[in-house]
C-alpha cells in the first residue's frame, strides 16, 4: 500500500489547522473521511477530479475573475475535499451568525429612523454620514415587517487557536449561496458514501426557510399568491451564474431592471399579456443602482421609481435599498456595545481587532503599530487592496501614513492575522495533499417567524499559494464544499411541496417577461442560423475534398452559394472562385470573428441561451456548452479539411440534440412558442434565400449542384426514398418548396408560422396585417407544370425559374416583415401597440 497521505503533508506551528491536532493527529470529526482519502488508488482520484472539471464545464459554472486577463467565463474553482465541521462547534458558529444578522438588522432600523445609536455616542456620525452607503433617501422608509435584512453573510477566519471570528460582513447583496449549493451538488457526488456516512446535515431547509420568510412578509391583495423575482445586473456580472442558478432552484422569475415597471406605488412585471404585480425583488443589485430616479440618475440597470414604492410598503425588497451601509470594515470595533444595547446580550463571536482612523487614539496607534496591522478602505464603495504595513519600506510606508493623516476616516486598520488551513488535493502530483489558508462565508437568512435560519455550512474560500494573507475569488482562488455533521438523523426536505393545493396550480408560463421572450426568439433563430451554415459549409467543404482541389462545377456552384447566403465573405465584382477555397471555408468554420462564420453563430447562440439560462434544462445547457468546447477545441488544432468536415458532422449531431431538447423537454407556454417561431421564420428565410439563389445561379447549372441542394436542405434521404434516380428539377422544387409535409420545405415552414399567428390573434389579442399570407398564396398558385421537360442544365435564362425565385424572394420578405413587427409587438413596446394591460 502507498505511503500515507500525512507523510509529506506540511504542517504549521503559526496556523490552526482543520484536519491535524497540534500534535500531528487527525481530528476526530476528520478521521473517518481521511481514511477513506487515504485508500482511494491514484486512478480513481483521478476519474473523481475529472468528474468535479466535467461537471463544472457541463453546468456552465462560472466566476469572472477581472484581474486575469483570460479570467471572463472563468471556469468556478472547486477542490473536491471538502472542510468539515463537527456539529457543537457548528451550534456555536450558528447561533453567532445569527445573532449577528439580529443585530445588524436593528441597526439598519435605527440608523434610517430614529438615530438614537448616533445620538447616545455609540456611532461617530462621521461614520455613518461620511460614506456613500448612507442613502439619504430611505431615511425614514420603514419596510414591511420591520426587516431590512433579510440575507446576511459573514465572512470568518479562525485564530491560531481554533477561535472563529468575523472578519467581513456582507449586508448589500451577498453571493455565494448559489455557489455554496452548487459545490454540494458535486462533492456530494465526488464523495457519495462519505457524505452519507458522516451525516452531513442538507442545505434545502436553509433555501425553504428564505423562500418562506419572503412569501410570509409579501404584501398581497386578498387572496393573491406571493409574486417574487430575483433581480439580476445582467449577464455582464462576475455571478450571473449565481442568479441564474439559484433563480432556477428557487421558482423565481430571473428579471432586469428593464423587465419591471412602476405605476403608482406599485411595480410589475412586464409580460407578454400585460403587468403583473410583483410582491417581492430578491435583489442581487448595489443600492445604488436600483432606483434612478432617487438614487443613481445615470443607472441603466434599475427600476425608475422603485424606492416609492417600497417607501409604500408595497413591494419587499431583499434586502432593503440601503442595507449596504453595514458593510463598513470601521463598524467591527463599535459593535458589542451597540449589540447590548439594541438586543441586551453580549457579542457571541468577536470581530478582528478593528481601528477606524477618523478617531484620533485610533489613528494614532495605527501609526505606532503600523507594521503589526492591514490597512483596509473604510468603506465599500472605495477601491483598494489591502495593504499589509510590514511590507512597506522607505517611500512607499511614507507616503502610505501621509495618505491615511490626510483622510484618516477613509482608512481602517486590522490586526494582522494567520488564517487556518485546510488539506487540498494536488493537481500537480499523482498522490498528495497540500494545505492551504481556508476563510469561510456563512449565510443567514430572515425566516417566518421573525428570526434568522443560518446555511450549516456555507462556502469555503482556499487561498491559491500556502503563505497568502487573503483570499479571493476574483483573484483566482478555490472554493470548498463545508460538510457540517449531525449527532441525529439528516433532514430529507426537498423543495419539491409533498401536496399541491388548488391555490398553488400554477400553469406553463404565461407571464414570461418581453426581454426572456425576445431572448427566446432570438436563441430559437440563431439554433438554426447556425445549423444552416454548418450544412453549407459541409456542402461546399465537401465538394472541395471530393474534387482534390480542382474547380469542378459543384465547387463552383457550392462556394457562390455560400457566398450568396452571407457565409462566406463576398467576393470582389466579377471574382472567380480560386484556389485556396479550403482556407476560405476553414476560416469560416472557426473564425469568431468573421461574419457569418459557423463560429460567430455559436457566440451569438451563446449569448441569448445565457440570457435565459433559467429556462433551459441541464441536458440542454450541457450541449450548448459542449458545441462551445469542442468548436474552441477545434480552433487551437489548425485542423485539417477532414478533420473539418468531422468537426461539421459534430456540430450538426449537437444541433439535431438541441432541436430535440427544444420539442421534448420545453413547457409549451408562450416562451417556447416564440423560440419555434424563430426557428422556423430563420429556416422559412434560409429555404427561400437558397432555392432562389440557386434558381438564378448559372454556375447551379452544372452536374451534381442539385443533389448538394437537396443535402444544403437535409432532403437527400427524402428524395431518394421517393425517385430512383438522379435528382431533376421538377421533383426536387416539389419537395424543398411545395410539399407542405416537408419539414424541411418551404410551405411547411409557412403552414406552421400561420398557425402560430392565428394561435397569437386568439391569445394575445395581436393582429397582423403584414404580406406574408399573400405572399404563401401567390407561391401555392404557382404552376408547377411549368417547369416539366425543363432541360434545366442547359438553361440559362429560364423564366418559370425566375419567377419562382421572385415569389421566393417575396416570401422571404414577409417573412422579415413579421420578424419586425413582432419586434415592436412584444419586445420592443413601441407604436400604437404598446398599449399598458394588467395581467390577471
Known sequence: MARTLLAIYPQSSRRYDEMLTAEGGVRPHWRQFFIHLDSVAPDEMHRRLDFVDRRIQENGVTYNVYADPSGADRPWALDPLPLIIPPDEWAEVSAAVAQRAAVLNAMLADLYGEQKLLADGLLPPALVYGQHGYLWPCQGVKPVGGVWLHNYAVDLARSPNGRWWVIADRTQAPSGAGYALENRLVVSRVFPEMFRDLHVQHLADFFRDQLDGLSALAPVDGDEQPHIVLLTPGPYNETYFEHAYLARYLGFPLVEGQDLTVRGDTVYLKTLRGLKRVHVILRRQDDSYCDPLELRGESALGVPGLLNVARAGRVVIANALGSGLLAS????GFLPAICERLLGEKLMMPSVATWWCGEKPALDYVKEHFDDLVIKPAYPTQHMDPVFGYELKGAERTEMLRRIEARPHAYVAQ???????????????????????????????????????????????VATGANTRTISMQRGGASKDTWVLTDGPVSEFTLLKPSVGVRDLVRAGANLSSRVVENLFWLGRYSERFDNSARMLRVALSRVVEAGGAKTPAVISAMEMAMRLGVLPSPEEDDEIREGSEHALLEAIYDPEQAGSLAGNIRSLMWSATHVRERLSLDHWHSLNRLQRDQQAALKKHPTLTEAIAFLDRVLGVSSSLTGFAMDNMTRDDGWRFLIIGRRLERLSFLAQSIAHFLRMPSARGPGSLEWLLELSDSIITYRSRYSRLPELLPVVDLLVFDDSN??????????????????????????????????????????????????????????????????????????????????????????????????
Open 329 to 332: 470594515g470601521a463598524l467591527m
Open 415 to 461: 490586526e494582522m492575522i494567520e488564517l487556518s488551513q485546510a488539506p487540498t488535493w494536488s493537481r500537480s502530483h499523482e498522490r498528495r495533499l497540500l494545505a492551504r489558508p481556508v476563510g469561510l462565508r456563512a449565510y443567514a437568512v430572515s425566516d417566518a417567524d421573525g428570526g434568522y435560519s443560518v446555511m450549516p455550512g456555507g462556502l469555503a474560500r
Open 743 to 840: 419539414p424541411h420545405g418551404v410551405l411547411f415552414q409557412a403552414g406552421v408560422l400561420t398557425r402560430y399567428l392565428e394561435r397569437m390573434q386568439r391569445e394575445l389579442g395581436a393582429d397582423f396585417d403584414g404580406d406574408l399570407p399573400a405572399a404563401i398564396e401567390r407561391l401555392r398558385n404557382f404552376d408547377l407544370s411549368r417547369l416539366e421537360n425543363l432541360q434545366f442544365s442547359h438553361c440559362q435564362e429560364c423564366s418559370p425559374c425566375e419567377e419562382l425565385a421572385r415569389l421566393l424572394r417575396e416570401l422571404d420578405s414577409a417573412a422579415g416583415q413579421l420578424s419586425d413587427w413582432l419586434g415592436m409587438r412584444y419586445f420592443t413596446h413601441v407604436g400604437d401597440v404598446s398599449r399598458q394591460t394588467m395581467a390577471l
